[in-house]
């Protein structure tokens, strides 16, 4: 959970998108056959995922820019440590799998964070991550939450393969709320930046919860949508 949403909602584990996101995440790694294995998360905010991440590997880390994000996830249990992946990598070759998950449209040089996610990762090693979807939807929800960008299906693919991964899966994700999240978003775009996340009722909350529910099962069954909120990925370190 990022920071940000964490300040305004609390380590609120069931706000429907994150709960969505997080059963979408699991079917990823039981896909590609996470596990028992050495996996960081970087970006990992308060470290809402990284208690998912941990029935997959054998040890879970996570890292952040966020100090005070840090400090809570650490006092939440998780394993946490400082790390800005526009640094030079110390330790090369070191994971079986790194998620980034909603943390690349937050740095400057995305492509040199890919580079230093694939110098990090051993030989095989997996790059599971997603980012906003389409530019066009740039709003006050994204001045809001610090991002320098959204991404194109052709921007993040090309940025992946330029870096020497290669790409196993890519696929938009949030496909049924995608127009109602559009028109919301274009008619804010000029508004104060402020966050989509908010306290919200629990019978809309489900509701919510549900759709993106028969979302993840779709995706499941193999159905790629034509477009998405969001895109995710999964890439493999050549």
């Not at 992946?85 to 690349?104: H, Q, R, S, T």
């Not at 990090?120 to 929800?141: D, N, R």
């Not at 001045?143 to 870096?163: P, Q, T």
């Amino acid at each position: 959970m990022d920071y940000l949403d964490f300040k305004k909602i609390g380590f609120n584990l069931n706000f429907f998108w994150y709960r969505a996101r997080r059963s979408l995440i699991k079917l990823l790694l039981i896909k590609h056959k996470v596990k028992n294995m050495l996996v960081l998360e970087v970006g990992c905010g308060v470290g809402s995922q990284l208690a998912s991440l941990s029935n997959f590997g054998n040890r879970v880390l996570g890292s952040d820019i966020n100090h005070e994000a840090l400090k809570k996830a650490s006092d939440l249990g998780f394993n946490v440590f400082y790390q800005n992946m526009m640094d030079p990598v110390i330790e090369a070759d070191k994971y079986d799998v790194i998620c980034a998950f909603d943390v690349l449209e937050h740095i400057e040089d995305d492509g040199l964070a890919i580079s230093n996610i694939y110098r990090s990762l051993k030989s095989h090693g997996l790059f599971i991550f997603s980012v906003p979807a389409f530019q066009f939807l740039f709003s006050s929800h994204d001045v809001y939450m610090k991002h320098y960008r959204r991404y194109s299906k052709s921007e993040i693919k090309n940025k992946i393969i330029n870096n020497n991964f290669e790409l196993l899966d890519i696929f938009y994700w949030n496909f049924i709320l995608f127009f109602p999240t559009a028109i919301m978003r274009l008619f804010s775009k000029k508004n104060k930046p402020k966050s989509d996340v908010q306290i919200i009722p629990k019978f809309l909350n489900l509701f919510l919860f549900n759709i993106l529910s028969f979302e993840n099962f779709l995706i499941k069954l193999g159905l790629k949508f034509p477009l998405g909120v969001s895109l995710f990925g999964v890439a493999r370190k050549k």
